[in-house]
């Protein structure tokens, strides 16, 4: 599933090395926005822009978008998560690593401080959604050669799918692979053999694809993003850069 299926671009990255069927699994619908703080025309023609292909020309809109959101929501809120992750996917798809990894690192943050005391640093506190946000930064630091921090966070998303679905589901098979081409990344042959071996003994129990309510399963659903009416100077911001152009 490509990010580019409809006019709004996808909450969450799907990383270049990811399996095919894994990937399927993360594309989840996007979110309704948490806060309509963060809707504006500027992130909405960004969407556009991504969902047709055009990632450089989305790169400004998007900027501009969650610059708004920022001054509106604040900087420090969940409900400009959406916009970040929006920006750190145009980053992605422009080889952009590095910034990449900056807006996907705050995400997590944001996420990390807005639990409860004590929890920030459990597995059950990436749930239900913050997995797919450390899936995508451990891919994004393979794609830096960062493989040592690509592997902690596989492991540790790993074991939040083991926690969420158990050690047998077709999930972990994906997980166990991911894990096991970092490990070969890395030189460390001896650790790759037996993690292939688990998921290959998962992948052998049943004939199942990864299931297409996996993001359900994890309680990633969320409704579909509702119509919020637009502040004058927000078109007028859309109008202006629209101008630049």
């Not at 450089?56 to 978008?65: S, V």
């Not at 930064?137 to 679905?165: D, S």
């Not at 460390?188 to 053999?193: L, S, T």
Request: proline residues 6%; negative net charge; charged residues 20%.
């Amino acid at each position: 599933m490509s990010h580019r299926s409809n006019g709004q671009i996808y909450r969450y990255i799907l990383a270049p090395l990811l399996g095919a069927t894994l990937a399927a699994a993360l594309a989840w619908p996007r979110p309704a926005f948490a806060d309509p703080c963060a809707e504006s025309p500027v992130a909405r023609r960004a969407g556009e822009l991504y969902a047709g292909g055009d990632s450089r020309a989305a790169l400004p809109y998007a900027r501009i978008g969650l610059k708004f959101a920022e001054q509106h929501c604040g900087g420090q809120s969940t409900a400009i998560v959406a916009l970040l992750a929006d920006l750190a996917a145009i980053h992605q798809d422009l080889e952009q690593y590095g910034a990449a990894e900056e807006l996907l690192v705050r995400i997590i943050e944001i996420k990390q401080a807005a639990l409860p005391p004590g929890e920030g640093n459990k597995p059950s506190a990436a749930l239900p959604n913050m997995i797919i946000d450390l899936d995508n930064l451990a891919f994004i630091y393979g794609a830096q050669g960062k493989f040592t921090q690509a592997g902690k966070l596989f492991e540790t998303v790993l074991a939040i799918a083991e926690q969420v679905v158990g050690r047998d589901h077709i999930i972990v098979s994906q997980a166990l692979r991911n894990l096991a081409e970092n490990k070969r990344a890395r030189g460390r042959y001896d650790e790759v053999g037996p993690l292939l071996a688990r998921a290959a003994e998962i992948e052998a129990k049943t004939d199942d694809d990864i299931p297409t309510n996996w993001a359900a399963k994890l309680g990633l659903i969320a409704p579909e993003p509702q119509a919020v009416g637009f502040q004058s100077e927000d078109d007028s911001l859309l109008r202006m850069l629209e101008t630049d152009r």
